[in-house]
């Protein structure tokens, strides 16, 4: 059984912050495939073309029939597991800080032997379910997890290790007046945040959900611009040491195509849609990467929602969509530039929302606010890069890897 999490004490000002400590991040060019899976939250492995041997470990040629068409599938899950070994000596300064940790050999069902970290309520000769999951350097590594764990579960050393798991965090969301910040908030609440800040522009305008959200206990409303540099700055500086997660909702939407659209409606879009991000990851970006080792409550996510246009756009909706796209493009970056401290970037792909009145001339199906705070506390939890929500996001997000040119045509009149 998995100890449960206690919530964290008080933090010491007179204890230093833990430099954050990276796994080795050295894979070979085919392991690199790993990684991708476990960002959308899929276990899968490289299957030969010809012969269909599932390879492990990530190879070049296939180790039965020597091709080289080796493409990533989604595999059976369920193992055994053969051995297992508790490390309590290593030489990399990661693992140095973290002994003891299990590992083991498992046997999938799918045929290959694996080496994985072991969930701390599985042993020798227990059924499994294998999971692919990103470790801090952004690396895909396989962990064993038991076919049907305990409420604490997720509490495990491994997993929180490798999650963003919202429990005894605290969250900042950039716009409260956002469709769907009043369901995050709650779903975050329910996940064990400790605290939810929220960002209100304005805030001398009324809007109907205010009142609800100041009668949450753990609840802030603080004044937050995420087009204006002064604000972000100012509340970086009051609460910026304390964000664990912070959660990019600011979104400004206007209908219209590129020849016959106001080009100030397209400054706006920009201004909020990739401008905001960009300022927001100026303001808390470096405060939260040198948290990310900070015990329980460190520091864990940057999480950017997007509309699924930042993978192609709708004709109807040209400067949104293309300010989405460079909104996508700025998360690329950052994800890069923080993944030297551990700090994971997490885009959720959204399709047209319930209840946002630019979208309304659209026909279903659209995405609740409850799903899409569903999918971000999923992603959370399983520590995810890429999360999709809603038929509409999934649809197009599937069909973009297949073909992105092809769902280009289909989304400009070519098909249906």
Not at 190 to 202: N, R, T, W, Y
Not at 231 to 254: C, M, P, Q
Not at 385 to 407: F, K, S
């Amino acid at each position: 059984m998995s100890e449960p999490l206690v919530p964290p004490k008080k933090k010491d000002p007179q204890r230093r912050t833990a430099v954050p400590v990276l796994p080795p991040a050295t894979r070979s060019r085919a392991a690199l495939g790993l990684g991708v899976m476990a960002a959308q939250g899929r276990f899968g492995l490289q299957v030969c073309a010809e012969c269909q041997a599932v390879q492990y470990p990530p190879r070049d040629a296939c180790h039965k029939c020597l091709s080289v068409d080796l493409p990533w599938q989604d595999v059976d899950p369920s193992g055994t597991v053969m051995a297992e070994t508790t490390i309590r000596v290593s030489p990399e300064p990661y693992f140095r800080e973290r002994m003891p940790w299990r590992m083991g050999a498992v046997k999938l069902e799918a045929g290959p032997m694996l080496n994985c970290h072991l969930h701390g309520e599985v042993g020798r000769g227990d059924a499994v379910r294998m999971a692919l999951k990103l470790d801090r350097a952004g690396q895909g590594v396989l962990v064993a997890l038991p076919q049907k764990g305990s409420a604490a579960m997720q509490d495990d050393p491994v997993l929180r290790a490798m999650s963003s798991d919202p429990k005894y965090r605290r969250v900042l969301i950039s716009d409260a007046r956002a469709p769907v910040a009043l369901a995050l908030t709650q779903a975050l609440l329910k996940a064990g945040a400790s605290h939810v800040f929220l960002g209100e522009p304005e805030a001398w305008r009324s809007w109907p959900e205010r009142a609800a959200f100041a009668a949450m206990e753990n609840v802030s409303l603080l004044p937050l611009d995420v087009t204006d540099v002064t604000s972000i700055e100012k509340l970086a500086a009051e609460i910026g040491g304390k964000v664990d997660i912070l959660i990019n909702t600011a979104s400004f939407v206007r209908p219209g195509g590129i020849m016959g659209n106001d080009t100030g409606f397209a400054r706006d879009s920009f201004e909020v849609n990739t401008l905001g991000l960009m300022r927001l990851a100026q303001g808390f970006g470096p405060g939260m990467a040198a948290r990310v080792q900070d015990g329980t409550n460190s520091a864990a996510a940057f999480v950017n929602i997007l509309s699924v246009q930042a993978l192609v756009p709708d004709p109807g909706f040209g400067s949104f969509g293309a300010s989405q796209a460079a909104a996508r493009s700025i998360s690329q970056s950052l994800r890069a530039e923080f993944r030297q401290s551990g700090l994971r970037v997490m885009n959720v792909y959204i399709g047209p929302i319930e209840g946002d009145a630019w979208f309304q001339p659209l026909p279903p199906p659209k995405v609740t606010p409850n799903a899409v705070a569903r999918s971000v506390v999923g992603g959370l939890v399983d520590g995810l890069e890429e999360v999709t929500c809603g038929d509409i996001a999934r649809d197009h997000y599937a069909r973009w890897q297949a073909d992105a040119l092809l769902l280009e045509r289909e989304m400009t009149g070519g098909g249906s």
